[in-house]
T-cell receptor, first 109, second 114 residues
Framework: EDQVTQSPEALRLQEGESSSLNCSYTVSGLRGLFWYRQDPGKGPEFLFTLYSAGEEKEKERLKATLTKKESFLHITAPKPEDSATYLCAVQAGGQNFVFGPGTRLSVLP | DSGVTQTPKHLITATGQRVTLRCSPRSGDLSVYWYQQSLDQGLQFLIQYYNGEERAKGNILERFSAQQFPDLHSELNLSSLELGDSALYFC?????????????FGEGSWLTVV
């Protein structure tokens, strides 16, 4: 069965304190790994899609990387507005997305 | 703005009642997905439609049903509502059926059953 886990469950950072979020997956035939940001009571907002091991993508203070077993979302010099829940999802074979439980990030000023 | 439109944004109803949630996908997208997110719970996949046909089914209760119309908008029908059905219901869309397509989410319909 396809599984996605994320760690840590929650993370508190000071503004400017860089860190990484982890997404570990167990799937057969990965077709894509997706990162979303979700603010409370809002819909998930698409950030990145990664398709193969070694791939990296960047957007502002965020950088996503992918290996054969996990993905990292690196946050460089975060700001309070980066506070949100970050969701990872995988899509494998002909199956639908499997979402991880998310990491709740709080960035304190 | 993802381009996916959901109505209503908020809905309060009593147990035993029936509600319909509506979703308009992004322009050009043929696939529509429905997800449920309860308080402190992850996103649970309910059902997917592609170009009017049911494509995949997840953890959707028998009391729930959905359809996608010729104009590609979709409706999720929830009947015999229970307190535990209170949740955020998200619609998402993508261009194709699956296979690596990114899916884009609407802002959700917040259902409260009292």
């Amino acid at each position: 069965e396809d599984q996605v886990t994320q760690s840590p469950e929650a993370l508190r950072l000071q503004e400017g304190e860089s860190s990484s979020l982890n997404c570990s997956y167990t799937v057969s035939g990965l077709r894509g790994l997706f990162w979303y940001r979700q603010d409370p009571g809002k819909g998930p907002e698409f950030l990145f899609t990664l398709y193969s091991a070694g791939e990296e993508k960047e957007k502002e203070r965020l950088k996503a990387t992918l290996t054969k077993k996990e993905s990292f979302l690196h946050i460089t010099a975060p700001k309070p507005e980066d506070s949100a829940t970050y969701l990872c999802a995988v899509q494998a074979g002909g199956q639908n997305f499997v979402f991880g439980p998310g990491t709740r990030l709080s960035v304190l000023p | 703005d993802s381009g996916v439109t959901q109505t209503p944004k908020h809905l309060i109803t009593a147990t035993g009642q029936r509600v319909t949630l509506r979703c308009s996908p992004r322009s050009g997208d043929l696939s529509v997905y429905w997800y449920q997110q309860s308080l402190d719970q992850g996103l649970q996949f309910l059902i997917q439609y592609y170009n009017g046909e049911e494509r995949a089914k997840g953890n959707i209760l028998e009391r729930f049903s959905a359809q996608q119309f010729p104009d590609l908008h979709s409706e999720l029908n929830l009947s015999s509502l229970e307190l535990g059905d209170s949740a955020l219901y998200f619609c998402a869309s993508s261009p194709g059926p699956v296979s690596g397509n990114t899916i884009y989410f609407g802002e959700g319909s917040w259902l409260t059953v009292v």
